[in-house]
């Protein structure tokens, strides 16, 4: 069974900093790439950040380069999202999201989906 389990959100001020964990099982890791997709109130959703479990190679949208970094833990199949400097437009729920081929860039559909974790982030 494919699980993706997200950890991390919560509640802080602008400024502040936050780390979202990805925990997966049940496939095989670079075989998939991570992305992490947030969904706010009445607006568009996006794909932040992915991270190829193949090769590592990154991609961030331009709205949080330089303020978030994506990582993973090979040995422990998990993917974490450092998000600093957080503006409350970052304010939404973060979904992990899982999908092959094991390639970032934009796409239309994932394979698989996490629960999701509310970020909200007051000025």
């Known amino acids: 069974e494919v699980q993706l389990v997200e950890s991390g959100g919560g509640s802080v001020q602008a400024g502040g900093s936050l780390r979202l964990s990805c925990a997966t099982s049940g496939f095989t890791f670079d075989d998939y790439a991570i992305a992490w997709f947030r969904q706010a109130p009445g607006k568009a959703g996006e794909a932040v950040s992915c991270i190829s479990g193949r090769d590592g190679r990154k991609d961030y949208i331009d709205s949080v380069k330089g303020r978030f970094t994506i990582a993973s833990d090979y040995a422990k199949k998990t993917v974490y999202l450092q998000m600093n400097s957080l503006k409350p437009e970052d304010t939404a729920v973060y979904y992990c999201?899982?999908?092959?081929?094991?390639?970032?860039?934009?796409?239309?559909?994932?394979?698989?989906w996490g629960q999701g974790t509310q970020v909200t982030v007051s000025s």
């Open positions: 999201t899982a999908h092959r081929p094991a390639d970032c860039g934009v796409r239309s559909s994932y394979d698989y």
